[in-house]
């Protein structure tokens, strides 16, 4: 309302509209005042609804290509001065003397008069809304807008034509003819449309002016222009799922009212019913406009939308199976708020992604196309209703009664809920997002962001741990093997790879600063932005591989589980500062901290403020990492860190240079030639000792802690990413559980069994429960993607080069890849 313009538009606009209601009831009760008898009256009355019903149909196409051609302000003054005479003209016929068939026909011409300028007026005002705010602006404007013309003006026309009932009434006799109250609502009317045009002309002098677009397109043919609205309206994904979404959500609501008034005698209830439903769905649509945008907050308009209009279908299929007026009001207030959020969603994202050039083309499509499919929605569910009845279908000694308005209900819900998807699916701005997550994420102020755009080529590898876990160790071991391979690799670690996360580094490590939690995870955050902004994508971009001491996983583990901040809103924050990018592969090296830290102060560099951190959190920080671990498998790599160095490092070179070569054809070249035995380069580093974890684990204690040792570089090799936005795998790992005295076969995550029928699936979180198996899978442990995996009966790694039992021979064949 700050906005001059805007407010001066919006006050035209509620008078205009307080000008339609009243006008449509006068001109209705005044038609009907030149009859006499109450057949006669009655077919006035509703000759005269009809009539404004017509020019929609007849004048609609064109109505847009007009307000696209002409200047907005001038087309808004001269329709408003026009229906002004108009307007004037009905009462002054009667005030002339004219005979009453006479004055009746007048006001039905001047009736399809005005509703066919009106047709013009509209698309011009709709136009003309999205140039005079800024776009973030538009919902909110959309909401005042709906709510004035259909919520606040009504109220106000209704209530003021009986104000002048009243007022006439107790004035008594003596008043002129003309001083009835259907006349002087006319008259109101009248002088409503000239001031709007003093105010539109004088007061909004903004809404003149073309675009250049819009200067070009006037240049053309109407007939051209004509053709070139549908065809923008048909061309465009989104413009033609905005607009059939919205008729479909006007069908629903059509279909409703059409059927109300069986509807209500189906369920038994009566005229009061019907007019409960009929003032529920209205409340709907109020709450729908009106509270829709506070409940779903930052959720994608585009997404709100086709949901809306699931919401409104689905309810409509609700209402077709109530049984109990209760249900049934529930339902139409479901279909009123699902028509209201997607009537809003769709006026604000066609006034923001049209242009300008074609906006009141499209809006007329918008406007002229609800009036007609609500109208045919409720004159023909009304008919149909009608004829069908209620049919009594015996099935058996069953005997059950359909009713056709349910049937109608049914299938209008269906092809809504329909319409809705298929206008979700042409519009989704955040594909790949899971749409049920998102929505309550955006309920609770949290939306989900999808992985930001980019074009992706390197690979990315993140290390993970405790400290002292050797991850600073193993990432130079890494870096100098793919080095020597010629590989362009991009080292670096979080916090402090850059000039600004260097000093983040010293603010949250340097054991004088003590930033709050919150502080701390902002500052962790913030030098993940950046990180990732200024090094990460830029590398991977050119096709490196970008090895990161430490990502996401340390803010989750120690500003989540560590500071007991919680996980969901580090997790938001993180994936917000990294645009959604994940790593093809964590490495994460599992330790005691005991142990870790203990190696770390063997360095003699004294503490940083974590590192003196206690013990328990040292190990909420441990199973934090174990538990991030177990719920994405095939994305990590989990070592048991106290092994030798030089095996670690083995391992996990094997593992992401199988990553590598199944990536080569995205990667930078390899600056000097592969080794002479080509045939080599596919061999995998039959590993000794892999650690997988295979339950998630609680942060608890570490007996529950399921992680195990397991074997198989050529699992390493396939086991990479998950993740959809980024390196896809063709084979799906699984790991092959070994007790010891039973086999099990696990298939990871959603991992499609080639053999269902073989492979047992058990929940990974106890091994107690898994279910036993013979150890001989043969079919499954040929599988080169398989991972074995040991465990001793309470689940705590076996070292396989220590024994010699089943499970050992058949750790050794899956590494073997099936031989003995
Ligand atoms: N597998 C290992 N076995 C024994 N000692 C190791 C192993 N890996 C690394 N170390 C030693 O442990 C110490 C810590 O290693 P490193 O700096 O690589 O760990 P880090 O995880 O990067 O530590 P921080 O989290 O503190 O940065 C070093 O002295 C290193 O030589
Ligand atoms: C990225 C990140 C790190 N931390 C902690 C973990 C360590 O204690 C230090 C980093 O020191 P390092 O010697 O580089 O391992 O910071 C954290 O708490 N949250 C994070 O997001």
């Not at 005044?30 to 007849?58: C, E, H, K, N, Y």
């Not at 918008?366 to 099935?395: D, E, H, K, N, P």
């Not at 919150?518 to 591989?545: K, S």
């Not at 920080?621 to 498998?633: E, G």
């Amino acid at each position: 309302m700050r906005i001059r313009p805007f407010r001066r538009l919006w006050i035209v606009l509620g008078v205009a509209s307080f000008g339609d209601w009243l006008s449509l009831l006068a001109t209705a009760l005044f038609a009907s005042a030149q009859f006499d008898g109450s057949a006669a009256q009655g077919a006035a009355f509703g000759g005269t609804i009809a009539v404004r019903l017509l020019p929609a149909l007849v004048l609609g196409p064109i109505a847009g290509v007009l307000a696209d051609r002409w200047d907005r302000r001038y087309t808004m003054v001269v329709v408003d001065i026009a229906r002004f005479f108009l307007f004037a003209s009905m009462p002054l016929v009667a005030i002339a003397g004219a005979p009453r068939g006479v004055v009746f026909a007048w006001i039905a011409i001047a009736t399809f008069l005005i509703e066919s300028i009106t047709m013009i007026w509209i698309p011009a005002k709709e136009a003309a809304v999205p140039n005079l705010i800024p776009r973030a602006r538009l919902e909110i404007s959309n909401q005042l807008t709906l709510i004035t013309t259909y919520g606040l003006t009504p109220v106000l026309a209704a209530l003021s034509l009986s104000a002048l009932t009243a007022g006439v009434q107790n004035a008594g006799v003596g008043l002129p003819g003309w001083a009835d109250p259907a006349q002087l609502a006319l008259w109101v009317n009248a002088f409503s449309r000239l001031a709007t045009a003093i105010v539109v002309f004088f007061g909004i002098r903004e809404i003149s002016g073309r675009s250049a677009e819009r200067e070009q397109a006037a240049q053309q043919g109407m007939f051209k222009q004509f053709v070139d609205g549908w065809r923008y309206i048909g061309g465009s994904p989104l413009v033609r799922g905005l607009v059939l979404g919205i008729f479909g959500a006007f069908g629903c609501g059509g279909i409703v009212v059409g059927t109300a008034k069986f509807f209500a005698t189906s369920l038994g209830a009566g005229e009061a019913a019907f007019s409960l439903l009929f003032a529920t769905l209205f409340i709907g649509l109020a709450v729908g406009i009106g509270l829709g945008p506070m409940v779903v907050r930052e959720l994608s308009r585009r997404r709100w939308f086709g949901m809306s209009i699931v919401l409104a279908s689905g309810s409509v299929i609700f209402l077709a199976f109530s049984i109990h007026l209760s249900m049934a009001l529930l339902g139409a207030l479901l279909v009123g708020a699902g028509a209201g959020m997607a009537f809003l969603a769709g006026t604000t994202l066609l006034g923001g992604e049209v242009t300008d050039d074609v906006r009141g083309r499209v809006f007329a499509v918008v406007q002229i196309g609800t009036r007609v499919v609500l109208m045919l929605a409720i004159a023909l569910s009304g008919v149909l209703v009608g004829v069908g009845g209620s049919r009594r279908i015996t099935l058996g000694a069953a005997a059950v009664d359909i009713s056709s308005t349910r049937v109608l209900l049914l299938v209008a819900g269906a092809a809504g809920v329909l319409t809705g998807i298929s206008a979700f699916r042409q519009m989704d701005d955040k594909r790949g997002v899971p749409v049920l997550a998102d929505l309550w994420g955006s309920v609770r102020g949290r939306p989900l962001s999808p992985a930001e755009p980019f074009l992706k080529h390197g690979i990315f590898v993140v290390f993970e741990g405790g400290e002292g876990a050797g991850k600073s160790t193993q990432v130079d071991r890494l870096t100098s093997a793919l080095q020597a391979e010629g590989r362009d690799v991009v080292v670096t670690r979080e916090p402090g790879a850059t000039d600004v996360g260097a000093r983040i580094r010293s603010l949250v490590l340097d054991p004088g600063g003590a930033p709050s939690p919150r502080a701390e995870a902002l500052l962790y955050a913030a030098d993940r932005a950046h990180h990732v902004a200024t090094v990460v994508r830029p590398a991977m971009a050119r096709g490196a591989v970008v090895v990161s001491d430490r990502y996401v996983d340390s803010s989750l583990a120690y500003q989540g589980a560590g500071r007991t901040l919680p996980v969901n809103e580090i997790s938001w924050l993180s994936s917000w500062a990294t645009g959604g990018l994940k790593p093809d592969l964590v490495v994460l090296l599992d330790v005691e901290p005991s142990v870790g830290l203990a190696r770390a102060a063997a360095r003699g560099e004294g503490a940083d403020r974590l590192e003196a951190e206690s013990q328990t959190f040292h190990e909420r920080v441990r199973y934090a990492f174990l538990d991030l671990a177990a719920a994405d498998p095939k994305r990590y790599l989990v070592l048991d860190a106290s092994r030798p160095a030089d095996e670690l490092a083995a391992l996990i070179t094997a593992r992401v240079t199988g990553m590598l070569t199944a990536d080569d054809t995205q990667l930078a070249p390899i600056s000097t030639p592969p080794p002479p035995a080509a045939a080599d380069a596919t061999q995998v580093i039959r590993p000794a000792d892999v650690t997988q974890v295979v339950s998630p684990t609680s942060a608890a204690s570490a007996d529950e802690t399921q992680v195990v040792s397991a074997a198989s570089a050529a699992s390493a090799a396939s086991a990479a990413s998950a993740d959809e936005t980024q390196v896809v795998r063709p084979v799906e790992p699984r790991i092959v559980v070994l007790g010891p005295d039973a086999t099990q076969v696990v298939p990871t995550r959603a991992a499609p069994s080639p053999s269902a029928d073989e492979t047992q699936v058990v929940p990974a979180a106890s091994a107690d429960q898994t279910q036993v198996l013979p150890p001989s899978a043969p079919a499954d442990r040929e599988s080169p993607t398989d991972v074995a995996v040991e465990l001793t009966d309470h689940g705590t790694p076996v070292d396989p080069a220590a024994g010699d039992g089943p499970a050992d021979d058949l750790a050794r064949q899956t590494r073997n890849g099936g031989r003995p």
